[in-house]
């Protein structure tokens, strides 16, 4: 096996999975294979409720009647996954003066494949669609649309936003406002500005995307695509409101039925007090994750439950199992959703753990992957605990 250099990590796959909202079902494409929707999947960014699945960076957001508003601070909300060729939908209102308790002019602005800000600035500096009064609709820039955006002040506007390789355009209110061949990047976050408190004369709602070029590997109704390893799935598997749970009973791990090489998996769990479970990845029929031959196991854990106080560095939620431990500790409190996404390239390893890149392993780094699989099954762990597992798709290279 040649070492690392022929390899990018980190750097392939479309951006598929969401986080901390639901699937929306009457979006599904109607063609499927056996696993789930060949071409795109659609997800909720953001559920009405919570920020759950979003990153709040220098700035107060919050929730308020359904929608995300901001409370002060120069900064951003980004998504926590990066996406590549999406279509993204939403609904955006210049508020009020008396509902934004702001003198300023309203400023806001929407981000896509954005990068982390520079040192020193609040904002990422490339794909942002402006809100600023007159500007509406801009793409900062690149494109200026002014007055004929048709934009509504003080009313609800309908933006559809799509990406596709270098490509992209926008549609206010069902018109087109601009489409441009001039991306600087293949893959970024999802961003919503806050400009030193001013960007709480905007409100967002009904935020969602569809990642395309990703399927459905768990379709909500059924175990279709998955299998019990040497036993029925059944004994303890089963879909709970369209969720995929773990009931912690004796039984099987569960198994795709596809193998997969590289690609790009995304899937939200939760976990009881003390809750502890794993991804298996590339593994053989067996399972087995140890030693030479093997696939890995991603960590789940509740890691920050006092009977862990004595983990091994590679024990800790995120880590790919007894190689690479995860560099920051971020599991969210038992009983709420948390998001994974692993990225396998070669024999490199990328892990997002609620938003946060928690492992980027390559060769160098760690030579003990050289002996392990490139190609095998995805599987869920038994660990008898109770786990529940949720909006799990998969993005590989075609073949």
């Known amino acids: 096996m040649k070492r690392l250099g022929t390899y990018l990590c980190g750097a392939m796959l479309c951006g598929v999975i969401l986080c901390g909202a639901g699937r929306l079902w009457a979006d599904e494409p109607a063609e499927e294979s056996s696993t789930g929707s060949a071409e795109a999947c659609t997800l ?74 520079p040192e020193g600035k609040p904002w990422p500096d490339q794909h942002e669609i402006a809100l600023a009064r007159g500007h509406e609709g801009d793409l900062v820039g690149l494109v200026q649309v002014g007055k004929d955006a048709h934009f509504r002040p003080d009313q609800w506007n309908d933006l559809v936003l799509t990406a596709k390789g270098m490509k992209a355009s926008l549609s206010i209110n069902g018109h087109e406002a601009w489409s441009t061949d001039r991306l600087a990047t293949p893959l970024g976050y999802i961003g919503l500005k806050s400009r030193d408190g001013s960007n709480g004369s905007y409100a967002f709602r009904n935020i969602r995307i569809t990642e395309l070029g990703s399927r459905w590997l768990f379709n909500g109704r059924d175990l279709t695509g998955w299998e019990g390893a040497g036993a029925p799935a059944e004994k303890c598997w089963d879909v709970e409101m369209g969720m995929l749970r773990c009931s912690g009973k004796p039984g099987p791990w569960l198994r795709t039925r596809d193998q997969f090489g590289d690609f790009d998996l995304r899937l939200e769990y939760k976990l009881r007090p003390g809750g502890n479970s794993g991804v298996y990845v590339r593994v053989p029929e067996d399972g087995n994750h140890h030693g030479a031959g093997a696939g890995v196991e991603v960590q789940i854990l509740d890691d920050a439950d006092p009977r862990y106080k004595d983990l091994h560095d590679y024990q800790y939620a995120g880590s790919v199992y007894d190689i690479a431990p995860a560099q920051k500790h971020v599991a969210r409190p038992t009983g709420q959703w948390n998001t994974l996404e692993i990225e396998c390239t070669g024999p490199c390893y990328r892990v997002e753990h609620n938003g946060v890149v928690v492992v980027e392993a390559t060769l160098d780094d760690f030579p003990a992957l050289e002996e392990r699989r490139l190609n095998g099954f995805l599987g869920l762990q038994n660990h008898s605990e109770e786990v529940w597992f949720r909006n799990i798709r998969i993005s590989a290279p075609q073949p």
């Open 44 to 117: 909720e960014l953001f559920d009405g409720k919570t920020l759950d699945g979003w990153h709040a960076l220098g700035c107060d957001a919050a929730v308020q009647d359904g929608a995300i508003v901001f409370k002060g601070g120069d900064g951003y909300l980004r998504s926590n996954h990066r996406y590549r060729d999406f279509v993204l939908r939403l609904e955006c209102r210049r508020l009020r003066d008396s509902e934004s308790k702001s003198d300023s002019q309203p400023e806001s602005g929407i981000f896509f494949r954005s990068g982390p800000p």
